[in-house]
């Protein structure tokens, strides 16, 4: 690699790293409006979807008490059933808190998701381009179509989340727009469970993390935990937190690879979560209770 090629790439993360900046200095400086608090389901702040493809059709995660088990659909795209992948990655997670977002504020289990991938990226607040149009598209496709059970001591969410998924199907062929309206329906059970047990986050948050999955499940996590720690810190250990986040490292040096990637992450949250208070120990972190990123009201 040349040394303009070096210049180029530190100038790129130079870049990422003032949004950041700007974005952590915005949220400690200006509490939260209502515009700027989204929701998600509290079992997936403790066990989130997979943040890197899947070769099967199942994926199973669970960590303590909560788990999550999806199963890979098939979706009507406008020529019969077509096999989805499980959905992974940074997209399915801010969509699945923008529909949650929309399902909790306007209490209704009728979403509009746009009669595109480019206009859902508008409705997210998100710039489009071409791949991420692309992404989104097949993760909102996969998302509609799994099957997805969520479980946390003794209580089982088991079906599907999106019961109808009107999603952009165009006629390729002649360049029409799309035939109707996108619209998803959460399923009555799903809309429920989620009103019931939704975890108050703030939007600044997700979109200057929008870069990295891992950081989007982390802040998810302890804006759901911190607040909820009575009394003395408490301390979880390396072999707990990579099971709950990365059950993918394995072998005699897990907990230290899992540390290489997940010690970044963690340090982008913070930035993003000032009043979070956390910080590493010997072998593991120490959590202390902290406020919310978005205050209960009394």
Sequence with gaps: MSSRD????????????????????EIANNPPTGEDMAFTH?????????????????????????WVNIQAGYLDEGKGPMPQPIPYGVMPRLALAHVSTYAVRHKTREIPIGSSAAQFLELM??????????????????????????????????????????????????RQCAIWPGLMILSESYFNSLVESAVPLDNRALHALKGSALALDVYAWLAHRL??????????????????????????????????SFLPALRVVLSQYPEAKVRQVTGGLMLQSSPPPIPYKP
């Design 6 to 25: 070096n210049q180029q790439k530190s100038m790129i993360l130079t870049a990422r790293q003032e949004k950041l900046i700007m974005a952590g200095v």
């Design 42 to 66: 509290a079992v997936l702040c403790q066990v989130g979807l997979p943040r890197a493809k899947v070769s099967g059709r199942e994926f199973m995660r669970q960590s303590g008490a909560a």
């Design 125 to 174: 607040g998100m710039d489009s381009d071409g791949r991420r149009y692309s992404t989104l598209r097949t993760q909102m496709h996969a998302l509609a179509a799994c099957r997805l059970q969520l479980g946390f001591k003794g209580r089982t969410f088991n079906g599907q989340p999106v019961e109808q998924f009107d999603a952009w199907v165009s006629n390729r062929d002649t």
């Design 227 to 260: 607040h909820r720690i009575e009394g003395r810190p408490v301390i979880i250990h390396w072999t707990s937190i990579r099971e709950q986040f990365a059950q993918e490292y394995v072998g005699k040096n897990a907990d230290k690879d899992f540390k290489k």
